[in-house]
């Protein structure tokens, strides 16, 4: 096929850093998104999202003529959709995957098709999303054949392909990474795969749509099974007064174990999420995965707890004070070290919930911000970490950034810690 231009619907964390790579193998490229802020920065050469290496990227194909942005889908041999998928709550059930977004892009899209098209759903699903778009594209456009309906002889060829990239390494790992791509049917894989092969130099691996979409659900599930392990293993330490980080890298010297680190809970818009997509098709099947959910997501409050403890800790040898005349600092805000993405964010979760119940002053420490974003965070001020450590009397370090790793042991002895991710305590 000839993929003269391409599109791709939303310019989020993996959208953008798509369209961008793509644009530097001088394909023309038509990036669609709702945010008109984020349309106008990238068609000035800008990004509004933090990722090493995108801003060059970005900046040499609107210069170059290769990629542009705007508000409304536009004619393209391909397109790419990559926008969200949250939760919902139905029936009692708050993890239920919503495909607003999904749909919103399917129906935005179909006007502009015709004969011969690709449309790839990049965003991460529960299985039969795939089949859903098609069945929308269908309803939206009777004029044109579909897979579902005329399986390897239709007009509109679709596919899935999750991706799988961490966020701080996108830009790198697109290009690297292998991609498995799940056609509706073979010529659909087919042209999903030409796609890929433009930008992708991992091996691209086609299976069917239902199988490409469980296995990022399966990829991350997995990883979350495993986080979760270590996450109650620190629980227990914590109990039976242990080093959790000593007993790991000692258990970790057998030649086949690999315990992960602990955290205060899980984030992002990966691991937290996917797992549900797989509880929610299958309530009664997947126990061990619903538990290391359950696991994870009950980790921030522990946490807080231990926020509470290290407050009243304070207290006793300061009988002269209160509650109120506590500082607190929050290390941390990002799902992970060295990014400014918030999203399903477990340090955000938990410094919410500081600023909420807690009466003193609430420091809130994030080097990848440049001001809060809007929301429950309003009663704690955003500071840099050499004010909050002046201030602070608990800090609670949640996230270990890069320059929170420099900071010494010695440089707090003053302060009570809850250190959740061992930079400090370990």
């Known amino acids: 096929m000839n993929f003269d231009t391409i599109s791709v619907i939303g310019l989020g964390y993996i959208g953008l850093p798509t369209a961008a790579v793509i644009a530097s193998r001088r394909k023309q490229v038509i990036g669609v998104d709702i945010n008109q802020h984020a349309v106008d920065t990238i068609n000035r050469g800008d990004i509004h999202i933090v990722e090493p290496e995108l801003d060059i990227v970005v900046h040499a194909a609107v210069k170059e003529g290769y990629l542009r942005a705007t508000t409304t889908p536009e004619p393209a041999d391909a397109f790419l959709i990559a926008v969200p998928t949250p939760f919902k709550a139905e029936n009692g059930n708050d993890h239920v995957p919503d495909l607003t977004y999904i749909k919103a892009a399917s129906q935005a899209v179909a006007p502009v098709l015709k004969q011969g098209d690709l449309v790839i759903l990049e965003s991460t699903s529960p299985v039969g999303a795939t089949e859903q778009v098609a069945a929308w594209l269908a309803d939206a456009r009777p004029d044109l054949t579909f897979p579902q309906t005329h399986g390897e002889g239709s007009d509109i060829r679709i596919a899935h392909c999750p991706e799988r990239v961490l966020p701080g390494h996108v830009v790198r790992?697109?290009?690297?990474?292998?991609?498995?791509?799940?056609?509706?049917?073979?010529?659909?894989?087919?042209?999903?795969?030409?796609?890929?092969?433009?930008?992708?130099?991992?091996?691209?691996?086609?299976?069917?749509?239902?199988?490409?979409?469980?296995?990022?659900?399966?990829?991350?599930?997995?990883?979350?099974?495993?986080?979760?392990?270590?996450?109650?293993?620190?629980?227990?330490?914590?109990?039976?007064?242990?080093?959790?980080?000593?007993?790991?890298?000692?258990?970790?010297?057998?030649?086949?174990?690999?315990?992960l680190q602990p955290g205060p809970g899980v984030g992002g818009h990966c691991i937290a999420v996917d797992p549900w997509f797989i509880v929610s098709e299958t309530p009664d099947e997947a126990r061990l995965i619903r538990t290391a959910r359950e696991v994870n997501d009950s980790k921030p409050q522990w946490v807080i707890d231990k926020v509470n403890e290290a407050v009243g800790k304070f207290l006793s040898v300061n009988p002269d004070k209160t509650a109120k005349d506590v500082t607190i600092a929050c290390f941390g805000l990002a799902f992970k070290p060295d990014i400014d993405d918030l999203r399903e964010s477990p340090a955000l979760q938990i410094a919410e919930q500081v600023i909420r119940e807690h009466p003193g002053e609430v420091l809130l420490v994030e080097p990848n911000i440049l001001e809060l974003p809007p929301g429950n965070l309003e009663g704690g001020s955003l500071v840099n970490q050499d004010e909050a450590v002046a201030k602070a009397d608990v800090i609670a370090l949640l996230v270990d950034h890069k320059p929170f790793k420099a900071t010494g042991r010695d440089d707090l002895s003053d302060h009570l810690l809850v250190d959740s991710r061992g930079i400090w305590t370990a």
């Open 173 to 259: 790992e697109l290009v690297e990474n292998d991609r498995v791509i799940g056609g509706m049917t073979a010529k659909c894989s087919a042209a999903a795969t030409e796609l890929y092969q433009i930008f992708v130099e991992g091996e691209c691996i086609t299976t069917t749509a239902r199988t490409a979409e469980m296995a990022k659900l399966t990829e991350n599930s997995f990883r979350d099974v495993n986080i979760a392990f270590a996450n109650e293993l620190s629980i227990i330490c914590d109990k039976i007064d242990i080093s959790v980080w000593e007993l790991i890298r000692l258990a970790n010297r057998h030649p086949r174990v690999n315990i």
